[in-house]
């Protein structure tokens, strides 16, 4: 990937890790757990405290949905980002939201603690310079028909704004396989860590289209290397406005995050398959909020019995 410069992997092997309010993702096994849409106060709230409750260190949900068709839900746009603000104040949880046009970037990002770049505006890239100037952390997933090198390549545009809060997410390609939703492309997550600085989450949710298989997934993204997870979660899913098949329940969340707490464990006790080729260095500051990792932990720094930090 010879057109690589900022987002290319270093000489040294050190990785990125990217400070969002304490939480610090690159370093430890960070989950992102929320709803896929904020449809009330009561839902997201409810959801919000549930996540925690289970170990989440993130909030994800929508305010602003781009979807297939028109005439499905949007999103509560304003009002949702201010219930996210509700439901942080509550629970201390960052948000973690979408935003979907360059001229919404300034006063989302007033709400919202990571911008998400959704798999249908990878290559806006009008969007990705307006985003890297916002100097927020930015979650950018993998578009859906996009190779590893456009995609790195896409985190190039927001790195060249001078924003190095870069945090990828491999969330399913589309294939010709249509029993799930889209194909989740774990190879991916290796393919970044050997040709890139930054960290990777993986999104087994939108990866799979399917609850049962969230719990399968997201074990071997986490065996696969990824720097954390983004897990939809609903209080009720059956009654959600959108993307009710693959949201868990807050019982089966907490169920997952004792077995990535266990599997966790046991890896750190297993060792790299290859010392020789496992990333990370010393760990190095740098401007902006990204510094250079070390790698991943058992724990992260985390509290106690929860992967990653708060």
Known sequence: MKDLKLAA???????TVVDVLGVRVGEGLVVIAGPC?????????????????????????????????????QGM???????????????????VTEVIDTR??????????VLQIGA????????????????KPILLKRGMH??????????????????????????????FETYTRNTLDLSAVQAVRRESHLPVLVDPSHGTGIRSMVDPMSLAALVAGADGLEIEVHVCPESALSDKDQQLTP????????????????????????????????????????????????????????????
């Open 251 to 310: 019982a089966q969340f907490s169920r997952l995050m004792e077995r990535l707490r266990r599997l966790e464990a046991f890896m750190e006790e297993l060792g790299p398959a290859d010392p020789d080729m496992a990333s990370g260095g010393a760990a190095a500051s740098s401007p902006g909020g990204g510094s250079d990792g070390a790698g991943r932990g058992a724990t992260g720094g985390g509290k106690s019995g929860e992967p990653g930090s708060r």
């Open 104 to 113: 919404d970037v300034s006063w989302v990002g007033e709400y919202a603690d």
């Open 77 to 95: 746009g304003l009002k949702g980002l201010k219930i996210l603000d509700k439901a942080k104040r509550e629970t201390g949880l960052p948000i």
């Open 120 to 135: 249908r505006n990878m290559q806006n890239f009008s969007l990705l310079r307006e985003v890297g100037k916002s100097g």
């Open 146 to 175: 996009s190779t590893v090198e456009e995609w790195l390549n896409c985190a190039e545009y927001i790195l060249a704004e001078g924003n190095d809060k870069v945090i990828l997410c491999e969330r399913g390609i589309r294939t």
């Open 37 to 73: 849409s904020v449809e009330s106060e009561e839902q997201t709230v409810r959801t919000a405290i549930a996540v925690k409750e289970g170990g989440a260190q993130m909030l994800r949900g929508g305010a602003f949905k781009p979807r297939t068709s028109p005439y499905a839900f």
């Open 9 to 15: 992997a270093r000489p040294d092997g050190t990785r």
